[in-house]
């Protein structure tokens, strides 16, 4: 079965400050997609990324970056200098898939870490 | 840019009332999804449908839930009678053929059992 582990309830910070929320899961599937979602006070679900379990190189976006450890089943989001805009619950999960990379469509999240950045 | 819609946005009920929740998914889409997300909680999923079909159901998704297509755009949700601890979120997402990897997820509605 999966499942994903984001063991900060909450976090919170000054402006500015760079913050990385971890996230660690379990699957017995070779093959499977990992996903962080952000979700604002407004309460829709923001899409911010997907790596496939195949693709292990790090991901940088902006003020954003990913590090994805297969070793260690972990699959990190910093938050470089970050601003008040970015306080919101984030979300980790995951989706497993076939062995030709298909997958199955059932996400699994994680508990979700709120994050509150503070001017 | 397609959107996956969903009405009401928030929905008031009362215990033991059935209510219907409505999502319009991106049109070329085939595969439909409900997942649930208790206040302060995970989001958690629900069903999967697929072909005018259930492909996959959680445990959360008993006797008294039930989803359909009844026309080519819309997909609900039912809850036949409703409790308190149904009171949630609900998001409905889809995606194209293949593409199970890439769903889109509807704003969510809003539903508060009285």
């Known amino acids: 079965a999966q499942k994903v582990t984001q063991a900060q309830t909450e976090i919170s910070v000054v402006e500015k400050e760079d913050v990385t929320l971890d996230c660690v899961y379990e699957?017995?599937?070779?093959?499977?997609?990992l996903f962080w979602y952000k979700q604002p006070p407004s309460g829709e679900l923001v899409f911010l990324i997907r790596?496939?379990?195949?693709?292990?190189q790090n991901e940088i976006s902006g003020r954003y970056s990913w590090n994805f450890q297969k070793s260690t089943s972990s699959f990190n989001f910093t938050i470089t200098a970050s601003q008040v805009v970015d306080s919101a619950v984030y979300f980790c999960?995951?989706?497993?898939?076939?062995?030709?990379?298909?997958?199955?469509?059932?996400?699994?999240f994680g508990q979700g870490t709120i994050l509150t950045v503070h001017p | 840019e397609p959107e996956v819609t969903q009405t009401p946005s928030h929905q008031v009920t009362q215990m033991g009332q059935e209510v219907i929740l409505r999502c319009v998914p991106i049109?070329?889409?085939?595969?439909f999804y409900w997942y649930r997300q208790i206040l302060g909680q995970k989001v958690e999923f629900l069903v999967s449908f697929y072909n005018n079909e259930i492909s996959e159901k959680s445990e959360i998704f008993d006797d008294q839930f039930s989803v359909e297509r009844p026309d080519g755009s819309n997909f609900t949700l039912k809850i036949r009678s409703t409790k308190l601890e149904d009171s949630a979120m609900y998001f409905c997402?889809?995606?194209?053929?293949?593409?199970?990897?890439?769903?889109?997820f509807g704003p969510g509605t809003r539903l508060t059992v009285t």
């Open positions: 790596r496939n379990s195949f693709d292990e």
């Open positions: 049109s070329n889409h085939l595969y």
């Open positions: 699957t017995r599937d070779t093959t499977y997609y």
């Open positions: 997402a889809s995606n194209d053929a293949g593409k199970a990897y890439e769903q889109y």
């Open positions: 999960a995951l989706s497993e898939a076939d062995a030709g990379g298909t997958s199955y469509g059932k996400l699994t």
